[in-house]
């Protein structure tokens, strides 16, 4: 009985663990991916504020490019969703979505960790941009694409019908 007792002992405590993070921030503040995304913005010559409210709805950014260049990307609203363990949802597409068209501005939704299926394809429908972590460091902007990131798949523009 006393090696169970000592067994139990060397059990770990809830949330107790030997493995290292696999992030290098706090994801519980989804405040860091907020900082990113507006970092590279302003890399690719956006103008950009964070937590502005948009009908009364606090959308994370904000961005108009600087000068304008009169096309559909040149005013940008975007969430952002530094969720590690959980996919993004329909929700949150529908919710971006709409409060760009209200301010006739590009949609994009910014996610760590990806989108569910129906996310996917109902982002595909509003024309919502889906931003990885992985596409901050690019040259510029990624497009709008047919292939779900980050699969390694070829980026390739949505033409309208």
């Avoid at 139990?8 to 290292?20: A, K, N, S, W, Y």
């Avoid at 948009?54 to 005013?75: C, M, Q, S, Y």
């Amino acid at each position: 009985m006393s090696d169970l007792a000592e067994e139990l002992q060397h059990i770990p405590g809830v949330g107790d663990t030997d493995e290292e993070p696999t992030v290098d921030h706090d994801p519980t503040n989804g405040r860091w991916l907020e900082k990113e995304f507006v970092t590279a913005l302003e890399t690719w010559g956006y103008l950009t504020a964070r937590n502005e409210h948009i009908f009364g709805l606090e959308t994370d950014v904000v961005a108009r490019r600087n000068p304008p260049r009169n096309k559909p990307e040149d005013f940008i609203v975007a969430e952002c969703k530094d969720w590690h363990t959980t996919l993004v949802g329909r929700q949150a597409v529908a919710s971006i979505s709409h409060r760009a068209l209200l301010s006739h501005a590009m949609p994009v939704l910014v996610v760590a960790c990806g989108v569910t299926t129906p996310a996917w394809y109902l982002a595909q429908l509003l024309d919502v941009r889906i931003i990885t972590i992985d596409d901050l460091t690019k040259e510029s902007l990624p497009p709008l694409t047919e292939h779900r990131p980050p699969r390694g798949t070829f980026r390739t523009r949505r033409e309208p019908r």
